[in-house]
């Protein structure tokens, strides 16, 4: 299991607005002492006024749509509308294309937060691969890899196009990527990290490697009419 230094991307953010009203309040103090222009010292003042307010003021997502900072979810929470038409980027034969959970409506959703450099969760690839292709007519498998964790566009490129070369099979499953969005549904500081959701659009389960068994024992073997509730049990135990 492959640890952030220093959480997620997301949390990141707020912190480095927060340093910046720091420094701006240390430059007014020092202002104060050794300005005695009074209008230089006045426009100083301003300055920290506006981020004192831009602080207090809800964050925009820089991911998607302009969304307002997004509330996490926990098992048994039901995900918002914006979940269902927020617009991702994704790879689709090294190229971007735009993908939204919109057309997964009425489907188990698995999300997989990963990176290139992670080797647990490359390792964990063929049980997803395999899940893909025995329940893809009742089953979304996503890969989400989050911004700031050191990959782009081109080095998750790279990556499948050395791993596609050592595996017989593609592993064609939807690549979200420089995510800002799902990382603030569902937080965390390790990965792999991943998340079931049900066809009603309720949180199931969510965790590491340990949870992720039991998700996919639940989905695979579990009748499809009581697949929600099998994981629903198992997630409370």
Request: glycine share 6%.
């Amino acid at each position: 299991m492959a640890r952030y230094s220093g959480g997620t991307y997301c949390k990141g953010a707020d912190r480095m607005l927060l340093l910046c009203i720091a420094l701006v309040f240390q430059f007014v103090f020092s202002s104060f002492k050794v300005l005695k222009n009074t209008s230089m010292l006045l426009t100083c003042i301003a300055v920290f006024h506006m981020f004192s307010l831009s602080a207090q003021t809800p964050h925009k997502d820089s991911g998607a749509d302009g969304l307002d900072k997004i509330k996490a979810l926990q098992i048994g929470d039901t995900l918002s509308n914006e979940f269902w038409t927020t617009v991702h980027s994704k790879l689709q034969n090294g190229d971007s294309a735009e993908f939204s959970f919109n057309k997964a409506k009425g489907k188990f959703i698995l999300l997989d937060f990963w990176a290139t450099w992670c080797t647990v969760c490359v390792r964990g690839f063929p049980k997803i691969d395999s899940l893909h292709r025995n329940l893809n007519d009742n089953v979304r498998i996503v890969l989400v890899n989050e911004k700031g964790n050191r990959d782009n566009k081109e080095s998750i490129t790279a990556f499948f196009e050395k791993y596609h070369s050592r595996f017989p099979y593609a592993l064609d499953i939807p690549q979200i990527y420089s995510d800002s969005v799902l990382c603030q549904y569902f937080p965390h500081r390790s990965i792999p990290h991943y998340v079931l959701i049900s066809p009603k659009g309720r949180v199931l389960s969510l965790g590491s490697i340990r949870e992720f068994t039991a998700m996919m024992e639940m989905l695979d073997f579990a009748p499809i009419k009581n697949r929600t509730k099998a994981v629903k049990e198992r997630s409370t135990k």
